[in-house]
């Protein structure tokens, strides 16, 4: 069943289906985290949220949302319609992997992606196809993103990721042997004396070697209360 829910932080409204993957906390988490500028591709943009989140950052021109479910790239398509953004985002429905096709080699400035997090094999594969591609590395692989980066980022151009720990090496492994050059991470952590569940990545396409970290963000504080940090990232008050 549709709905129709805020984008948090916006005034834009995104419309959704619970039988669908919807958008969870790590695409707000990375759309704050991310610095777009320029021409931007959000790889696996689901139902959209992170072109809504992105579309009025300074230095933003156009936002490419690439979505390979068509249920879900035409949901993505009526919510910028919806919100009249179709001279800023634009919804493709393709498999990321024709991207270089689309675009011309070092044609784009910022990559963002919430990709699966799960290797094929890695856990039991949900039944519904949408489930499965969202959490599942079945329809783009850390390769297949890599690749495509590769192609299209423009010298130092920037990448920006959601993920989670235990991928941690294969992804800084996967992004270096494309000339994706890790620069900053931040760590996520559920709660007080929870290890982390998610990381914020940084890399640069022809970037120098020099890591760095930020500062950790905490979701729940003691109390089971969201922290200052959730506040200001969904554009909340108390």
């Known amino acids: 069943m549709r709905r129709i829910d805020d984008v948090p932080g916006t005034e834009y409204k995104i419309i959704q289906d619970k ?4 958008y969870g906390v790590d695409a ?9 500028k320029g021409v931007v591709v959000d790889l696996g943009t689901g139902t959209g949220v992170i072109p809504l989140r992105v ?29 009249s953004l179709q001279d800023k985002v634009k919804i493709l429905h393709i498999d990321m992997k024709k991207l270089p096709e689309i675009f011309g080699k070092a044609s784009v400035d910022t990559v963002i992606t919430n990709p699966p997090y799960m290797k094929p094999g890695g856990a039991i594969v949900n039944k519904h ?22 192609h299209i980022l423009k010298p130092l151009g920037k990448l920006y990721m959601v993920h989670r ?22 760590w996520v952590y559920p709660k007080p004396g929870k290890q982390p569940n998610l990381f914020l ?16 963000i ?19 008050s108390r």
């Open 19 to 22: 039988g669908l993957f919807s």
């Open 218 to 236: 905490l979701v729940y504080d003691e109390n089971g209360e969201y922290t200052e940090d959730i506040y200001e990232i969904y554009g909340m």
């Open 55 to 83: 579309a009025d950052k300074k230095g933003v021109s156009i936002v490419y949302g690439v979505e390979i479910q068509e249920e879900v790239a035409r949901m993505a398509q009526e919510t910028v319609a919806m919100n």
């Open 28 to 36: 707000i988490l990375l759309s704050y985290f991310s610095r777009p």
């Open 165 to 186: 720990p235990n991928r941690l090496v294969d992804v800084l492994y996967t992004l270096r042997s494309h000339g994706l050059e890790p620069k900053y991470i931040q």
């Open 129 to 150: 196809d949408n489930f499965a591609i969202s959490r599942h590395e079945i329809a783009a692989t850390l390769e297949d993103i890599a690749v495509v980066c590769e």
């Open 201 to 216: 990545l940084e890399a640069v396409k022809g970037g120098k070697s020099d890591f760095k970290y930020r500062e950790p």
